[in-house]
Nanobody, 127 residues
Framework: VQLQASGGGLVQAGGSLRLACVAS????????MSWFHQAPGKEREFVAG????????DYADSVKGRFTISRDNAKNTLYPQMNSLKPEDTAIYYC?????????????????????WGQGTLVTVSS
């Protein structure tokens, strides 16, 4: 599966952005989907994950209550709605897919567990 992320940009602190990740191929609906981010000089970190059937979601503590992950399996698209953005949210955001037989798992926090990655989209939050 190929993943194409978009929607990044420059936003002021307190603002909102909605990213999108469009998947080609037939494995999107059978994959756990997650967002990671990577700030300059730092390791790639888990942000949010969603199960195959959208029944379960998981978030990093740093974004709980501010970000919402969702997916539309009919459109092969993954979204995070990011609200109340902070300067520390500045990073390149990547979508990732982990084909899985589990219907309820929300995915690993380890980037090594994911088979497919999008190219990343830059989010910059100014103070």
């Amino acid at each position: 599966v190929q993943l194409q992320a978009s929607g990044g940009g420059l936003v002021q602190a307190g603002g909102s952005l909605r990213l999108a990740c469009v998947a080609s191929g037939s494995t999107f609906s059978s994959s756990i989907m997650s967002w990671f981010h990577q700030a300059p000089g730092k390791e790639r970190e888990f942000v949010a994950g969603i199960s195959r059937g959208s029944g379960r979601t998981d978030y990093a503590d740093s974004v709980k209550g501010r970000f919402t992950i969702s997916r539309d399996n009919a459109k092969n698209t993954l979204y995070p709605q990011m609200n109340s953005l902070k300067p520390e949210d500045t990073a390149i955001y990547y979508c990732a897919a982990d084909p899985s037989i589990s219907w309820y798992s929300t995915g690993s926090y380890s980037p090594a567990e994911y088979d497919y990655w999008g190219q990343g989209t830059l989010v910059t939050v100014s103070s």
